[in-house]
């Protein structure tokens, strides 16, 4: 199966996996048109959300092909052909491998490096780590100043890392905000593009 196909695989479950439940014709459908009405709200539309789907699944491919461990240890990101990953490898020599990897997708225009590296290829309190990106996500989602759905959320040791675009720097501050705010965060690092921004068109 092609990495396309692989990808439009995956997008379209999404889609569909919240209309199951309902088991029937016509809540799948719903199901389904919401999830590609999602889609389409976000800034970079459908077809963006469809090619960033597709750049996921041929990273995570490739990842999977060099290492289980690695596969398993990073978090990924995509954003408009902008890559972020995150999370914890072993050595030096992983955390290069990913980075290259990354870049062999079709369709990259940035791979931005957050990994870190520990002997034990694991974070320090995953359940603390996944605790907090919850947290956030459920601020963003009831602050109706913040487009939540034009973000992306990742915690690794306690720093969050934000990715996405921001309507302006007003929405961009007040993201920022929430982040310092959720108990247990020492770091945020901001990988937000505005909706201004250049680069989005490049």
């Not at 939540?148 to 915690?155: G, K, L």
Request: net charge positive.
């Amino acid at each position: 199966m092609s990495d396309t196909r692989i990808s439009l695989a995956v997008l379209s479950l999404a889609f569909l996996l919240p209309a199951l439940s309902a088991c029937t014709t016509t809540s799948v459908a719903v199901g389904a048109g919401a999830g590609a009405a999602v889609a389409a709200s976000q800034e970079r539309g459908l077809t963006g959300t469809l090619t960033d789907t597709r750049i996921r699944a041929a990273i995570n491919i490739l990842w999977l092909k060099q290492s289980s461990d690695m596969y398993q240890g990073l978090g990924l990101a995509v954003y408009e052909g902008r890559v972020l990953v995150t999370g914890v490898v072993r050595s030096e020599e992983q955390r290069a491998d990913a980075v290259r990897l990354a870049w062999r997708a079709t369709g990259v225009n940035e791979v931005i490096n957050e990994i870190a590296i520990d002997a034990s290829g694991r974070t320090k309190d995953y359940a603390r780590d996944t605790w907090i990106t919850a947290q956030l996500k459920t601020k963003f989602l009831f602050d109706k100043a913040v487009t939540a759905i034009n973000y992306s959320v990742d915690t690794v040791n306690y720093t969050v890392y934000l990715f996405g675009v921001a309507q302006d720097k007003a929405e961009l501050e007040r993201v920022i905000n929430h982040a310092r705010n959720v108990k247990f965060v020492r770091r945020v690092v901001n990988h937000v593009l505005l909706k201004s921004d250049p680069r989005r068109k490049g």
